[in-house]
């Protein structure tokens, strides 16, 4: 069974401009949830999806949004990007609805540079 | 949630020794309690995790304790190995929130 799949696994990008994340799950989890690694501030929570709906978010401003589409596929999207942007970011993936209280299944991540 | 605090943040040990790894928590609606693995350049692998119905878990050369009533809960790692060299995340997870440790950078020196 492929695991997770981000894509691409490298970008920099400019102050100011935006970014679209992808993330293929494990075929079969119908979960996917986001996350942000920074040296500073660890692994810290985004959002998660579960059919297409998202159903928790983390403490992140409105720039970073996501969605799921009817195949769990999902992306993530960073508007007028900040400095402070750059991070790895991860996304995971889990079989039914508890993603809290479960084992994740994480990509390889994006790594994001913002000059 | 709260966060989840996690020590020692480096630790070196001589290939054979064990490893432990202390995490606590304060949020007591947190139920259950993995353990990430990660490497260079890949993202976090499920290691072990332990529920808080249960005081301790064991999968080989690797276990969890958990004391729910401190709220900590600790991997051991025994015999290590040189590939168990990585870098290592606790969390807490509830019904809304995931909270992960900032990480323990094991090495394990042949």
């Known amino acids: 069974k492929a695991g997770v799949t981000q894509t691409p696994r490298y970008l920099i990008k400019t102050r100011g401009q935006q970014v679209t994340l992808s993330c293929s799950p494990i075929?079969?989890?119908?979960?996917v949830s986001w996350y942000q690694q920074t040296p500073g501030q660890g692994l810290q929570f985004l959002f998660e999806?579960?059919?297409?709906?998202?159903?928790n978010k983390g403490n992140f401003p409105g720039r970073f949004s996501g969605r799921q589409f009817s195949n769990s596929r999902s992306e993530m999207n960073v508007s007028t990007l900040e400095l402070g942007d750059s991070a790895l970011y991860l996304c995971?993936?889990?079989?039914?609805?508890?993603?809290?209280?479960?084992?994740?299944?994480f990509g390889n991540g994006t790594r994001l540079t913002v000059t | 949630g709260e966060n989840v605090e996690q020590h020692p943040s480096t630790l070196s040990v001589q290939e054979g020794d064990s490893a432990v790894i202390k995490c606590t928590y304060s949020d007591s609606a947190s139920n259950y309690f993995p353990w990430y693995k990660q490497e260079l350049g890949k993202g976090p692998q499920l290691i072990i995790d332990?529920?808080?119905?249960?005081g301790e878990k064991k999968d080989q050369r690797i276990a969890v304790t958990l004391n729910k009533t401190a709220k900590h809960f600790s991997l051991h790692i025994t015999e290590t190995q040189p590939e168990d060299s990585a870098v290592y995340f606790c969390?807490?997870?509830?019904?809304?929130?995931?909270?992960f440790g900032a990480g323990t950078r094991l090495t394990v020196k042949p």
């Open positions: 999806y579960f059919s297409e709906t998202q159903r």
């Open positions: 969390a807490a997870g509830g019904d809304n929130d995931m909270r």
């Open positions: 332990i529920r808080s119905n249960v």
């Open positions: 075929s079969g989890h119908r979960s």
């Open positions: 995971a993936s889990s079989p039914g609805q508890e993603v809290f209280n479960s084992p994740l299944h």
